[in-house]
Nanobody
């Protein structure tokens, strides 16, 4: 299973970006998906999660109301729409896929596969 994230870039505060993560290999609809981010010198932190069927989503408090996670099982792709971006959103963003876990959705160990990361930089 391989995950390829793209869509990052440089944007001014208040702007928007849409990240995409294409998944190859495996049965995409079996995976729950997540987005995490990591800023320099900081630990990787949870951003958003979506269930296999899109019926359940979770967000970090810091992005709730500004970010939206979605998925298109036919295209084997998960998205992260980011609006009203802030300088503190600057980080490398990683998509992740998981099959089954007893851990919480915001725990990186909940996920089995990771993409390479895409950089998001928000200028003030």
């Amino acid at each position: 299973v391989q995950l390829q994230a793209c869509g990052g870039g440089l944007v001014q505060a208040g702007g928007s970006l849409r990240l995409s993560c294409a998944v190859s290999g495996g049965t995409f609809s079996w995976y729950f998906m997540g987005w995490f981010r990591q800023a320099p010198g900081k630990e990787r932190e949870f951003v958003a999660h979506i269930s296999r069927t899109t019926s359940t989503t979770y967000y970090a408090d810091s992005v709730k109301g500004r970010f939206t996670i979605s998925r298109d099982n036919a295209k084997r792709t998960v998205y992260l729409q980011m609006n009203s971006l802030k300088p503190e959103d600057t980080a490398a963003y990683y998509c992740a896929a998981g099959l089954a876990s007893s851990r919480s959705y915001d725990d990186p160990l909940h996920y089995n596969y990771w993409g390479q990361g895409t950089q998001v930089t928000v200028s003030s």
